[in-house]
């Protein structure tokens, strides 16, 4: 597993990007979470798996984590 923060993600769209330090931003889609979507907000500290999307890295099994 990974962690980072939501760098922005657009709810209407279901789509966004997670920061990773060091690392290429990661896109987060609806179907990203582990669960049910939850409402994400910059600076979200999430923890997901990463796969090759059709567009690049894509978080899977994504997670909202507490600070």
């Not at 896109?27 to 923890?47: I, K, N, R």
């Amino acid at each position: 597993m990974q962690s980072g923060t939501i760098k922005w993600y657009d709810t209407e769209k279901g789509l966004g990007f997670v920061a990773v330090h060091g690392q290429n931003d990661v896109l987060v889609t609806a179907d990203s979470f582990a669960d049910q979507p939850q409402p994400l907000a910059d600076g979200d500290w999430v923890e997901f798996d990463v796969h090759d999307g059709k567009y690049g890295p894509e978080a899977i099994k994504l997670t909202l984590k507490s600070a």
